[in-house]
């Protein structure tokens, strides 16, 4: 009879163990969970963000290069910012970040034209940026021209309407 509560006593506590293992895991792998959700919703906050940004000031940053007079040091800022966001925009993307986006599953099935792409915008702030060192402003609106095209063949192709 000892022994057989003694047995009892042991499964007992040994079933108590492995209850507050599963427990622990469980709420681990719930936290673990949470925790990329919220990577994912920050990485969309500051990918819409930034794409934003990168609207709004292109679109500015093309109302001041017809301007008779340009002001090449605002410029310079503008497009410097405009080159900074879109460098940044690369690590904004992760695996798994589809959900609760505007982006279309395409971005990461069809991930090499996608980068391609974004290089392609970045090329075009870069070169922007140049043209606002070298106060060309033929080379400056080529460069504009270039990251803008680029904007809209990607929003067809990779951003949903809805």
């Not at 719930?30 to 990918?47: C, G, H, K, P, W």
Request: glycine letters at 4%; charged letters at 30%; proline letters at 1%.
């Amino acid at each position: 009879m000892k022994k057989m509560h003694k047995n009892s006593l042991m499964l007992g506590i040994a079933l108590t163990f492995s209850a507050g293992s599963i427990a622990v895991e469980t709420t681990e792998r719930v936290n673990t969970q949470d925790a990329t959700v919220l990577m994912f919703e920050e990485a969309i906050s500051q990918r819409q963000s930034t794409f934003g940004l990168i609207e709004h000031d292109a679109k500015d940053m093309g109302k001041a290069l017809k301007a008779k007079e340009v002001n090449w040091d605002r410029l310079e800022l503008a497009a410097k910012k405009l080159h900074e966001a879109s460098t940044r925009l690369d690590s904004l993307f992760p695996e798994g970040s589809l959900e609760g986006s505007k982006a279309k599953d395409k971005v990461w099935d069809d991930n090499v034209k996608f980068e391609r792409l974004l290089n392609e915008m970045d090329d075009g702030f870069e070169l922007l940026y140049q043209a606002t060192l070298e106060k060309d402003k033929s080379l400056a609106q080529q460069g504009l021209k270039q990251a803008q095209s680029t904007c809209k063949a990607c929003h067809r192709q990779y951003r949903s309407r809805w």
